[in-house]
């Protein structure tokens, strides 16, 4: 049996399970939960050696027996830290095993993988992105209405240049700036230009004068 390569992108450092309790060889189970699993040591400090692993369901079916006798001539099998979910559990399927010790370099235990412990990793990791993927839709739609803002603004804008009066401060803008040219050109020291209005029904108006170097 083979798993999806979906979960091949996770690694077992990130899928601990927090239901772990450290024991000693000599020591009876006691009554505990069904997700716990029991780490034994040949000793609880830092120079205690790791022997193996005593899940919930085991100590069930031989309930009198130390965790010693539990895991006497079991063979450890073991993953590193940095190894990928998907060969993890393709491990456990193998062996049958419904928890994993996670193992350093210098084989100190690092933690436990479980089934179940993957199943809540992705559980978390699939609300993560549903999270993320709310966020970026509405970061979409702010940024969509601030677009359609500028847009309209744009069209505004392009609306009032192409009306008569934006026209015509073109035009002024233009004349104003020629003049200013012509009388640079020249050399001279005042230059007027006007625009004559010959729609006004009483003869010609200036529609418009510029000038520079004069008031």
Same mark, same amino acid.
């Given at each position: 049996?083979?798993?999806?390569?979906?979960?091949?992108?996770?690694?077992?450092?990130?899928?601990?399970?927090?239901?772990?309790?450290?024991?000693?060889?000599?020591?009876?189970?006691?009554? $505990?939960?069904?997700?716990?699993?029991?780490?034994?040591?040949? &000793?609880?400090?830092?120079?205690?050696?790791?022997?193996?692993?005593? $899940?919930?369901?085991?100590?069930?079916?031989?309930?009198?027996?130390?965790?010693?006798?539990?895991?006497?001539?079991?063979?450890?099998?073991?993953?590193?830290?940095?190894?990928?979910?998907?060969?993890?559990?393709?491990?456990?399927?193998?062996?049958?095993?419904?928890?994993?010790?996670?193992?350093?370099?210098?084989?100190?235990?690092?933690?436990?993988?479980?089934?179940?412990?993957?199943?809540?990793?992705?559980?978390?990791?699939?609300?993560?992105?549903?999270?993320?993927?709310?966020?970026?839709?509405?970061?979409?739609?702010?940024?969509?209405?601030?677009?359609?803002?500028?847009?309209?603004?744009?069209?505004?804008?392009?609306?009032?240049?192409?009306?008569?009066?934006?026209?015509?401060?073109?035009?002024?803008?233009?004349?104003?700036?020629?003049?200013?040219?012509?009388?640079?050109?020249?050399?001279?020291?005042?230059?007027?230009?006007?625009?004559?209005?010959?729609?006004?029904?009483?003869? &010609?108006?200036?529609?418009?004068?510029?000038?520079?170097?004069?008031?």
């Amino acid at each position: 049996m083979t798993l999806d390569h979906g979960v091949e992108r996770l690694i077992v450092g990130n899928c601990l399970s927090p239901n772990v309790s450290r024991v000693l060889r000599e020591d009876f189970p006691h009554e $505990t939960s069904e997700q716990m699993v029991f780490t034994v040591f040949t &000793e609880l400090g830092e120079d205690g050696v790791f022997c193996g692993l005593v $899940t919930s369901q085991e100590i069930a079916q031989q309930p009198n027996l130390n965790f010693g006798n539990l895991i006497k001539n079991r063979e450890i099998h073991a993953v590193p830290p940095d190894a990928s979910v998907f060969q993890a559990l393709n491990t456990m399927i193998q062996e049958k095993l419904s928890a994993l010790p996670v193992l350093n370099k210098l084989n100190k235990l690092v933690g436990v993988i479980t089934h179940q412990s993957v199943i809540q990793t992705l559980t978390q990791c699939e609300q993560d992105c549903q999270s993320e993927l709310r966020n970026l839709r509405i970061q979409f739609e702010i940024q969509e209405q601030l677009a359609k803002t500028r847009l309209a603004q744009l069209n505004k804008t392009l609306e009032d240049l192409t009306t008569k009066q934006g026209l015509d401060l073109i035009e002024v803008n233009l004349l104003q700036l020629g003049i200013e040219a012509l009388t640079t050109l020249l050399q001279v020291r005042y230059g007027a230009i006007g625009i004559l209005d010959e729609s006004d029904e009483s003869g &010609e108006t200036h529609k418009y004068f510029g000038h520079t170097g004069i008031t």
